[in-house]
């Protein structure tokens, strides 16, 4: 099995037992987990061939379950709970190319600094995001931010991303 799409509709402590068998999935290289309520998320450090992670509704307040994943490229967290330290977390993925953050009702401040991020994807009702950390993607080639704030506070950040090819702001 290497893709594996995995939808919750309720909390229930039975199902986090037996999904966490998963980790016995030594060649696994995409996972979807998708909850309609928060969900705590079990430990993917087992997971080693994981290239592709979308977690949606999931609580990753301890990214320590997620971080020992050395071939991770694409990473997409939505309506998770984020914190900056955990966010800080991210700059341990050395091979993430690509990264989602979405509709959080608040964002933590952003540090790219470590990263060598080639697509980034920013979706928020957030209305004062700091933008500021765009500028240390210099690798970047892809930029959608979807974001309610004035496109005059991104412009100056954006400019200085020389290998950017696409941009896409709402």
């Known amino acids: 099995l290497r893709f594996l799409e995995i939808y919750y509709e309720k909390y229930d402590k039975k199902n986090l037992k037996s999904i966490s068998m998963i980790k016995n999935l030594k060649k696994l290289s995409a996972l979807s987990i998708y ?3 928060a969900y705590p998320l079990f430990n993917l450090s087992p997971l080693k061939s994981l290239k592709f992670l979308k977690l949606n509704h999931i609580s990753v307040s301890d990214f320590s379950r997620i ?3 050395p071939n991770l490229k694409r ?3 939505s309506n998770c709970e984020l914190t900056s ?3 800080q977390e991210l700059q341990k993925f050395s091979k993430l190319e690509n990264l989602s953050l979405g509709f959080f009702e608040k964002i933590p401040s ?3 600094s470590k990263l060598n ?3 980034l994807r920013i979706y928020s009702k957030e209305k004062n995001i700091s933008l500021e950390a765009l500028s240390q993607c210099k ?3 892809k930029l959608i931010l979807d974001i309610r704030q004035s496109h005059k506070t991104v412009f100056p950040n954006i400019k200085k991303l020389k290998n950017l090819e696409y941009l896409y702001i709402r």
């Open 67 to 69: 971080i020992n994943l």
């Open 75 to 77: 990473l997409s967290l």
């Open 110 to 112: 952003l540090d790219f």
């Open 117 to 119: 991020l080639k697509v």
């Open 85 to 87: 330290q955990n966010l």
């Open 139 to 141: 690798q970047l080639k």
């Open 35 to 37: 909850s309609l309520e």
